[in-house]
C-alpha cells in the first residue's frame, strides 16, 4: 500500500506560480511511475503529468510549456511546479503512484486545491 500526501496548493493570481509536494510512503524508485492529475468542479479528472522510475517525463500536451514534474529521491517526494498560472489551471491537483507498468495509477493522494484568480 503506497500513502501519498500532497501540499503546496493554494490561491494565486493569474500569472502567479505555485509548486505542489507529493511525500510518498514508500520509495519512489520502487514505483514505476508517479503522476499528476487535477479535477475541475464538474469536470472529469484529467491527467496532467508523469514521470517514470527512469526518469522519462510526459505531460499533458497543453501544459508541458508551463509544467514541470520532478522528484527528490531521498525525500520520497515528487513536485509539480507550475508556472504562468491561468483561472482555467483552478482545481484539485491529485498526485498518484503506479506500482506496476506506466499508467496503472491505483494510489492516490486526498488532493490539494489550486484557484488561480483573475
Known amino acids: 500500500q503506497v500513502q501519498l500526501v500532497e501540499s503546496g496548493g493554494g490561491l494565486v493570481q493569474a500569472g502567479g506560480s505555485l509548486t505542489l509536494s507529493c511525500v510518498s510512503s514508500?520509495?519512489?524508485?520502487?514505483?514505476?511511475?508517479m503522476g499528476w492529475f487535477r479535477q475541475a468542479p464538474g469536470e472529469q479528472r484529467e491527467f496532467v503529468a508523469a514521470m517514470t522510475v527512469g526518469g522519462t517525463t510526459d505531460y499533458h500536451p497543453s501544459l508541458k510549456d508551463r509544467f514541470t514534474i520532478s522528484r527528490d529521491g531521498a525525500k520520497n517526494t515528487v513536485y509539480l511546479q507550475m508556472n504562468s498560472l491561468k483561472p482555467e489551471d483552478t482545481a484539485v491537483y491529485y498526485c498518484?503512484?503506479?506500482?506496476?507498468?506506466?499508467?496503472?495509477?491505483?494510489?492516490w493522494g486526498q488532493g490539494t486545491q489550486v484557484t488561480v484568480s483573475l
Open positions: 514508500e520509495n519512489i524508485f520502487m514505483v514505476s511511475a
Open positions: 498518484a503512484a503506479s506500482k506496476i507498468g506506466k499508467t496503472n495509477f491505483n494510489y
